[in-house]
């Protein structure tokens, strides 16, 4: 069998290269006929992509799913090039992720799309509950912009479970620059609900932890 070590290695080390490309699109201004070259030789690119199409519900090989690693998630994945991708740590006070965002994941010219805010602090209170031996999905997310997010600074992200109820859980978070951690740019209130065995069996058929 494959080296999945190896796999993962070289998954990274294209999502690297894809985030890159993104960013360098996103910020250099190409005169236009070599973006007009540049599209099809994207374009030759992606048909040396001739491996399998997985199904829709097929989880990656390379994945850990629903306790661990998703190498396409588009928060934390490090072979997806739209992911920053947030690092996550456990501490004793929750969960901490650390990324920059980039202009790739711009809104208003220089600062984050407030999406992304929302997406990586969603991600993260997500794997909180998972942290607590519940994965579970978000019901209702409120975000609350207080300052905008630059781009390129060094974030700190944060996810704390604040109640268990049965299989409900609600969930605190925050983003803050890392190098000013008191000034909270958005913050965040969470409920989330982990499935039970037979929705997870039905919302996740190749999920191989939820089966029998
Ligand atoms: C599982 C691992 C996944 C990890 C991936 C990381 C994800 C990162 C975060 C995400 O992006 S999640 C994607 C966005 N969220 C969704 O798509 C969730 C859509 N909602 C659902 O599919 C269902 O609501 C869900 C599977 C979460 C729950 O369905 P269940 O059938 O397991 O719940 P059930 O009906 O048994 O209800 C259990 C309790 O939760 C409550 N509940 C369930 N769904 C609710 C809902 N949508 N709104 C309000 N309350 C809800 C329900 O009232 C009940 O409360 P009580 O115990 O007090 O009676």
């Not at 199904?55 to 396409?72: A, C, K, Q, T, W």
């Not at 039905?202 to 089966?211: M, R, T």
Request: glycine share 10%.
């Amino acid at each position: 069998m494959e080296d999945l070590e190896l796999r993962r290695k070289a998954v990274a080390e294209l999502g690297r290269e894809l985030r890159s490309l993104m960013e360098t699109v996103a910020r250099t201004e190409t005169p236009t006929e070599d973006l007009q070259e540049l599209a099809g030789e994207v374009q030759r690119l992606e048909a040396r992509f001739t491996g399998r199409r997985r199904e829709r519900s097929e989880i990656p090989g390379v994945d850990v799913f629903p306790f661990g690693l998703r190498m396409y998630s588009p928060a934390t994945g490090h072979g997806s090039a739209f992911a920053p991708p947030l690092e996550i740590e456990e501490t004793e006070d929750g969960l901490v992720g650390r990324c920059a965002l980039g202009v790739a994941h711009e809104g208003p010219p220089g600062y984050a799309h407030g999406g992304m805010s929302a997406m990586l602090l969603d991600e993260l209170m997500g794997w909180a509950c998972a942290a607590k031996g519940l994965p579970a999905m978000t019901i209702a997310l409120d975000v609350r912009y207080q300052r905008p997010v630059p781009v390129e600074m060094p974030l700190l992200l944060r996810a704390r479970v604040t109640g268990i109820e049965g299989r409900k859980i609600t969930v605190s978070g925050s983003v803050v620059p890392e190098d000013d951690p008191q000034t909270i740019l958005v913050a965040a209130e969470g409920r989330f609900v982990a499935p039970d065995l037979d929705r997870a069996r039905s919302l996740f058929p190749g999920a191989k932890g939820y089966q029998n």
